[in-house]
């Protein structure tokens, strides 16, 4: 777990208290206080105390048997509304308006949030026969075509501590609900980097997911298709994919031109 900042002296508490947060989102397994303390080069009395203050507010929550430390729902909430309202966000949704423009059915990008998968943004194909949703929807992790790619990406103690112990909840007679076979399908998943469901979550729906990939090299969100059968197939989806990789890779550097235009470089930061 590295610090992405150089944590601020002890006059900048607000900066502190950020730099922690930075650190606890970035981390891939929820920190303890001394990995906390040693990275970002804090006492550990003043790690704890900011903890605290975090907690309090929501930000931060703490586990309470093996004590470590993971956002908390008011930062989640902080963060999705961030990049629902991003200036980027018109860079992203030209993106996905040329790719419906050129494949002709719905888009999505997507994000995982604790338990969900939440739509960041959504252009509509200009078919009649369409679903409806609308941005910041919510749907399913086990049964969808986003949801499974994104689960496919978290680390084994974080992936059974989203599913629990089973059975998964039914939405169609296509739904994955057993723990043993979802991990299967997760497995296929990894190998293929392509995200699928065909009726799983609604009746008659085919979709398609591709990840995005942050500049630090995780697959931190989706670009998925959807359509209804049988109009679209899993066979016409995969002719999709060269188009959906290339706006994912697109909105990929939505992002890392975010983080630049946020970030100075060191030797400025030292010079300061």
């Not at 975090?54 to 930000?59: A, E, T, V, Y």
């Not at 994955?176 to 997760?186: D, G, K």
């Not at 995200?195 to 990939?213: I, K, M, N, W």
Request: proline share 7%.
């Amino acid at each position: 777990m590295q610090p992405r900042w150089e944590v601020p002296g002890p006059d900048s508490s607000t900066l502190r208290a950020f730099a922690l947060l930075e650190l606890i989102a970035d981390a891939e397994a929820p920190p303890t206080l001394e990995e906390l303390a040693r990275a970002s080069g804090l006492p550990k009395p003043t790690v704890y105390r900011i903890l605290g203050l975090l907690m309090r507010g929501g930000l931060v929550r703490r586990e309470a048997v093996e004590k470590r430390y993971s956002v908390g729902p008011r930062m989640s909430t902080l963060s999705l509304t961030v990049q629902m309202r991003s200036p980027l966000r018109a860079r992203r949704h030209a993106i996905l308006t040329r790719l419906v423009e050129e494949i002709g059915e719905t888009c999505n990008f997507t994000m995982l949030d604790g338990n969900e998968v939440v739509y960041l943004d959504r252009v509509e194909t200009l078919e009649n026969v369409r679903l409806h949703m609308d941005v910041g929807s919510r749907v399913p992790l086990h049964c969808t075509a986003s949801g499974k790619l994104l689960l496919a990406q978290l680390p084994p103690a974080q992936l059974r501590k989203v599913l629990g112990t089973g059975p998964l909840k039914r939405y169609t007679d296509r739904t994955i609900t057993s723990i043993e076979a979802l991990e299967r399908e997760l497995s296929k998943i990894r190998a293929s980097g392509i995200g699928s469901d065909t009726g799983e979550y609604l009746v008659g729906s085919v979709c398609l997911a591709v990840p995005v990939v942050d500049p630090r090299g995780r697959r931190c969100a989706a670009v998925a298709v959807h359509g209804p059968a049988p109009r679209m197939t899993l066979k016409k989806g995969y002719e999709f994919l060269p188009a959906m990789r290339r706006a994912a890779a697109a909105i990929a550097a939505t992002l890392d031109a975010a983080g630049e235009t946020a970030r100075e470089p060191a030797a400025t930061r030292r010079a300061a």
